[in-house]
């Protein structure tokens, strides 16, 4: 063979092997995917989607077409992003529901938002899974922030965030330094919130942050509005809280803390530590010897800060002791909105004592009941009644009752509408575990925002800041009439004096386990004001 036929033959060679190698390396090191867009990553799907993938969750699958669907339908008209950012995959059926729940409300808050003609922006949903306890969140906020500055996407706002965890903080923080706007519907936790008052002149924590649920200090308040003496009476009353580092749970125990109580000490704070937000480990045995020394105790109020999960086995444990046939009553946070999905018959029948009566009952401040409207009315109807020996018109009817009762009304039609044009959901919402009413109420207070925001152009997109910008204006006149109450946002962007639905979960003869509504509760010990007004601090 000629000399340069073997230089050429040997760089041919060389060349298809080094272009094999690299083929090789590249298959090997490609990112092993889901779905188009979608990353596996221990396990767990982790990514952005508007088309209707279910992230391997098979109760979201058909309310995620539902929404792929919308999203379809709005593409030629003006329209933004707005992200749905919580863990979409669980081992757990009970943690599946909720995503469901969520994402139901999610849904049609969105179809709420959308429904107005010649009223852009219409808003494009998409699922964002940061996987289990936020953990891959760095990774999903990449790419939300991407989707912020890209002309195809027009990311505009991110919701969900239904855990207060450090990683939940570390997401948000970054979001709204880099000026993308985010609404938390369920997140209760203390420290992901801006000051208001005087504070609230300072450059805020999280600038661009809004909330529609009352922090658990508001919570604790409401509750000791709504219970009076009884909760405050120190020598019948005792704390058990949960040591793990938990956003919620630190903030609710110091809260619950904070609330005065009055005549001789009781017994001191009972700490436990769980190993995980779903995981029970040994917390059983901690709460078998707390139980037996608060039965020793004149206690018969414990005021709970822990997650859910752990919650479900104090109760039962407590009801395990047979203290003397003493009654106790638990007292939490809105994390016990999804006890009842983790109960099953033989722990209600361990919550009732041998006559059938409630050994052990759980109260808790829900973020919204679909009771309450109805039965707040009713109370405060008859009462004005007996006053003025007449029905009330509707020209005095309490506007912070009606208002959130024409929502939620609306609300109920809007689910009947889906039903009748054959939208599956995967399941009838379920409003009593307040989920799907939260979500759906901060779809609709994006919804007007944006629309608020939007200037003359129907082309033009809303700039990011002026998003956040537009949250503290969202009162008075502008009041967003909620499901869950009216929402009328400070300039720190919290919901001022938001109602709490006190709510019990009675396993006795007239509970039978069913969620029940008692009555509203006020962080500021009474009612919004007229137009919710915010009055100056």
Not at 28 to 54: F, K, M, N, Q, S
Not at 121 to 148: E, F, I, S, W
């Amino acid at each position: 063979m000629p000399r340069w036929k073997k230089i050429l033959y040997t760089l041919l060679v060389t060349a298809a092997a080094v272009a094999a190698g690299l083929t090789g390396w590249s298959f090997l090191h490609r990112p092993d995917t889901c779905a188009p867009g979608i990353e596996r990553i221990g396990g767990e799907c982790i990514g952005v989607d508007g088309t209707g993938y279910d992230f391997g969750t098979p109760e979201i699958s058909a309310v995620a077409r539902a929404i792929a669907q919308e999203n379809e339908k709005i593409e030629g008209r003006p329209h933004v992003t707005v992200a749905m950012m919580m863990p979409l995959q669980s081992d757990k059926p009970a943690l599946r529901r909720q995503m469901r729940s969520d994402l139901q409300g999610a849904y049609l808050g969105q179809l709420e938002a959308n429904r107005g003609e010649g009223e852009p922006p219409a808003l494009r949903l998409v699922l964002a899974n940061p996987g289990r306890d936020y953990r891959r969140q760095a990774k999903v906020v990449d790419t939300l922030l991407r989707m912020a500055a890209s002309d195809k996407d027009r990311l505009r706002a991110v919701t969900g965030f239904n855990l207060s965890l450090d990683t939940t903080e570390a997401a948000v923080r970054r979001l709204t330094a880099h000026q993308v706007p985010v609404l938390a519907s369920r997140i209760t936790g203390d420290r992901i919130a801006n000051a208001d008052g005087p504070d609230g002149m300072a450059e805020p924590r999280f600038p661009g942050l809004a909330r529609i649920i009352p922090t658990n200090r508001d919570a604790a308040q409401a509750l000791a509005d709504f219970n009076g003496e009884r909760g405050r009476e120190d020598r019948k009353t005792v704390l058990v809280h949960d040591t793990r580092p938990d956003n919620y749970n630190e903030s609710l125990a110091k809260a619950f803390s904070g609330i005065e109580e009055q005549g001789p000490p009781g017994p001191a704070a009972m700490p436990f530590q769980s190993p995980a937000i779903d995981e029970e480990g040994t917390t059983g045995n901690q709460f078998t010897q707390m139980a037996n020394n608060i039965c020793d105790s004149d206690a018969d109020t414990v005021y709970f800060a822990g997650r859910a999960l752990h919650l479900r086995l104090f109760a039962l444990k407590l009801a395990q002791v047979g203290c003397r046939n003493r009654h106790y009553t638990i007292i939490s946070g809105s994390d016990a909105a999804s006890l009842r999905q983790d109960m099953k018959d033989k722990d209600w029948q361990q919550l009732r004592g041998a006559d059938g009566t409630a050994k052990v009952t759980v109260q808790y401040a829900a973020p919204a009941h679909p009771d309450a409207w109805t039965t707040e009315l009713d109370a405060w109807s008859r009462k004005w009644q007996a006053a003025h020996h007449r029905k009330p018109g509707a020209d005095v009817l309490p506007q912070y009752l009606t208002e959130p009762e024409e929502a939620l009304d609306g609300l109920r039609d809007l689910i009947q509408a889906t039903r009748r044009q054959g939208t599956d959901l995967g399941s009838d919402p379920d409003l009593e575990d307040s989920r799907t009413m939260l979500v759906y109420d901060g779809l609709v207070t994006i919804g007007t925002a944006l629309h608020q925001t939007q200037g003359g152009d129907a082309q033009a997109v809303p700039r990011l800041e002026d998003v956040g910008r537009e949250w503290s204006q969202l009162q008075s006149r502008h009041r967003v009439r909620g499901t869950s109450g009216l929402i009328c946002l400070t300039s720190g962007g919290n919901a001022y004096d938001k109602p709490m639905a006190v709510v019990e979960l009675d396993p006795g003869p007239r509970g039978r386990g069913k969620l029940r509504f008692v009555g509203l509760g006020w962080p500021t010990g009474r009612e919004q004001p007229r137009n919710c007004v915010i009055p100056s601090r």
